[in-house]
């Protein structure tokens, strides 16, 4: 649908560099509203750019904006506007998912009022609602992982950005996700989203990117992808491969490096 609004994500010859190239002059932009998946075989720089956004890593080139903002030179207003959720998310041990909801809003400088509906809101929707005065200490890597996808929802981002956010859930806890995620597009919020879970993408994309050796290697809606790749009928999983091949990026390149440069949010 046409927006007069800024692009969500408007991502210009982005670079970083980690000895060899990690995001390599990577161009991309997310509409206003989409929900756009961003595929890649492991190691192709789905987290290096995504965390580039989110203000987590220096780039050493491009530019980002986030609903309009230039993230680099204002990225304090970026953040306001922006979410960002990580593979492995951090939630306080002694704090209950209500005290920690709570303590996020402060962050944000919300009136207690308010952080308490958001709170027993996204608390609900999340499934989570009958422990959110249990520690999270005890809690499953899934129940963990909504627990830390509420607090980065508290302050009503307009773009969420998630790196593989149903991993580590079963069943039940990822439909619950899903459904939250479709309930936030439908209100014109704006997600990118990395997954290895294709089905997913191919479920409920907007539109997908591949990316690979750090570059946009195709784009667009899954129609479009299987056009380019000639692959008619066939799963994205058969385009993805057909246009990045199997295997992950530098062979044995599968695991997480130890982020040395990281900033700390
Ligand atoms: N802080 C860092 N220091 C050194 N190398 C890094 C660092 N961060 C990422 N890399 C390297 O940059 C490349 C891209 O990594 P990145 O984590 O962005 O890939 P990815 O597409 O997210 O992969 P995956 O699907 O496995 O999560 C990899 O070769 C990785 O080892």
Known sequence: MPSSSPAALDILNLKKCFGKPAVNDLSLTVRDGEFYALLGPNGAGKTTTLRMVAGLLEADAGSVKVCGIDAFSDPIAAKHVLAWVPDEPMVYDK?????????????????????????????????????????CGGFSKGMRQKVALAGALIHEPRLIILDEPLTGLDAGSARQVKKVLSGLVAQGVSIVMTTHILEVAERMADRIGIIARGQLVAEGTLEELRERASADGNSLEDIFLKIVGGGSEGGAQTGKADYPDEKVA
Do not use: I
């Open 95 to 135: 704090l209950t998912p209500l005290e920690y909801l709570e303590f996020v809003a402060g962050l944000w400088s919300m009136e207690p009022d308010l952080a308490r509906f958001r709170a027993d809101t996204l608390l609900d929707s999340f499934g989570l609602a009958s422990h959110s005065n249990e520690r």
